[in-house]
């Protein structure tokens, strides 16, 4: 049975041993970010991939078909709940706050799971805007998903690297100008599972999309 108090133990640890780069941008790579059951708990969710022809590469492209751990996802899925009340939690976000020294008093948590499959793409993008703090986790074992990890790019948007793609291994970036991301297409064999935790400003329009639309972040 997944409970929130060991997901938010098992970030925290994961945060304290995390890698820090400080080129292109700043950026962290955590691993060991969720136990077992709960990644356990993950696969067994009863969804499967979406079948899009082209993203044109950018997610909102198939906003209908996105799935995020909004009210009604955590009320069905005890595992979308105890992920999500765990990132909700003061101790977690508490140590993002030191760790990545942002302010995310009066945010709102926002967490989409993603299963991209062969032909998935992403463009170059910086997440600038509502968003205050950006972080994927990976999920797939499949055969090559560790060459799907997400594309780091310079100003220039030119590849630097590419980060590393493992179960419960995750990157971390605070948005900004010069935070230029995204996938390259290159060949899924499986579906390439991950999830995109965000803390948003208060403003953000699509309430929907949000964990506890109408609770700040650590309340």
Same mark, same amino acid.
């Given at each position: 049975?997944?409970?929130?108090?060991?997901?938010?133990? $098992? !970030?925290?640890?994961? %945060?304290?041993?995390?890698?820090? /780069?400080?080129? #292109?941008?700043?950026?962290? @790579?955590?691993?060991? &970010?969720?136990?077992?059951?709960?990644?356990?708990?993950?696969?067994?969710?009863?969804?499967?991939?979406?079948?899009?022809?082209?993203?044109?590469?950018?997610?909102?492209?198939?906003? $209908? !078909?996105?799935?995020? %751990?909004?009210?009604?996802?955590? /009320?069905?899925? #005890?595992?979308?709940?105890? @992920?999500?009340?765990? &990132?909700?939690?003061?101790?977690?976000?508490?140590?993002?706050?030191?760790?990545?020294?942002?302010?995310?008093?009066?945010?709102?948590?926002?967490?989409?799971?993603?299963?991209?499959?062969?032909?998935?793409?992403?463009?170059?993008?910086?997440?600038? /805007?509502?968003?205050?703090?950006?972080?994927?986790?990976?999920?797939?074992?499949?055969?090559?998903?560790?060459?799907?990890?997400?594309?780091?790019?310079?100003?220039?948007?030119?590849?630097?690297?590419?980060?590393?793609?493992?179960?419960?291994?995750?990157?971390?970036?605070?948005?900004?100008?010069?935070?230029?991301?995204?996938?390259?297409?290159?060949?899924?064999?499986?579906?390439?599972?991950?999830?995109?935790?965000?803390?948003?400003?208060?403003?953000?329009?699509?309430?929907?999309?949000?964990?506890?639309?109408?609770?700040?972040?650590?309340?």
């Amino acid at each position: 049975m997944v409970d929130a108090q060991s997901i938010a133990e $098992s !970030l925290i640890g994961s %945060f304290d041993r995390s890698y820090f /780069g400080a080129s #292109p941008y700043r950026h962290w @790579l955590p691993e060991g &970010l969720l136990p077992a059951d709960v990644c356990d708990a993950l696969d067994a969710l009863p969804v499967k991939a979406p079948k899009i022809e082209d993203t044109q590469g950018r997610r909102e492209t198939h906003n $209908s !078909l996105r799935l995020f %751990f909004g009210e009604e996802t955590r /009320g069905k899925f #005890p595992v979308c709940d105890a @992920l999500a009340t765990a &990132l909700q939690s003061e101790p977690v976000v508490a140590r993002l706050e030191r760790l990545c020294e942002v302010d995310l008093r009066a945010s709102s948590l926002r967490i989409e799971y993603c299963l991209d499959t062969d032909g998935f793409w992403l463009e170059p993008h910086t997440d600038i /805007g509502a968003k205050l703090f950006t972080m994927l986790i990976y999920l797939s074992t499949d055969p090559g998903s560790e060459g799907w990890g997400t594309d780091i790019l310079d100003h220039d948007l030119q590849l630097v690297t590419t980060s590393p793609y493992r179960r419960s291994l995750g990157l971390i970036f605070i948005p900004g100008a010069d935070t230029w991301h995204g996938f390259r297409k290159r060949p899924i064999v499986g579906v390439r599972r991950s999830l995109i935790v965000n803390y948003v400003k208060p403003e953000w329009r699509s309430r929907q999309e949000l964990a506890f639309p109408d609770r700040p972040a650590a309340t």
